[in-house]
């Protein structure tokens, strides 16, 4: 039998709440979490394409580990970065 993976995906523009709901939700807290926010910051000079590899990787790890993981993203309207 093939074990289910799950991802959640947690998305909004900054400020909106996301990583409050994915630490003060009982479902959520203890989850592993992989966050482009970490990824622009480790890799400052990546443009969309890359960070969006990097976190694949990083949730195809997690994935390896863990049957569910979250993803907590951002957007801008009318940006493709957060600056």
């Known amino acids: 039998?093939?074990?289910v993976r799950k991802v959640i995906v947690?998305?909004?523009?900054?400020?909106?709440?996301?990583?409050?709901?994915?630490?003060?939700?009982?479902?959520?807290?203890?989850?592993?979490?992989v966050d482009i926010a970490d990824v622009y910051?480790?890799?400052?000079?990546?443009?969309w394409m890359e960070?969006?590899?990097?976190?694949a990787r990083r949730v195809r790890t997690c994935l390896e580990q863990c049957d569910t993981v979250i993803v907590e993203g951002y957007f801008l309207p009318g940006s493709t970065t957060r600056q």
Do not use: I, N, Q, W
């Not at 960070?51 to 976190?55: I, M, P, Q």
């Open 1 to 3: 039998m093939v074990a």
């Open 10 to 33: 947690l998305a909004g523009v900054s400020g909106v709440g996301k990583t409050h709901a994915r630490l003060t939700d009982p479902a959520l807290k203890d989850l592993p979490c």
């Open 41 to 47: 910051c480790e890799y400052p000079e990546f443009d």
């Open 51 to 55: 960070a969006f590899f990097a976190l």
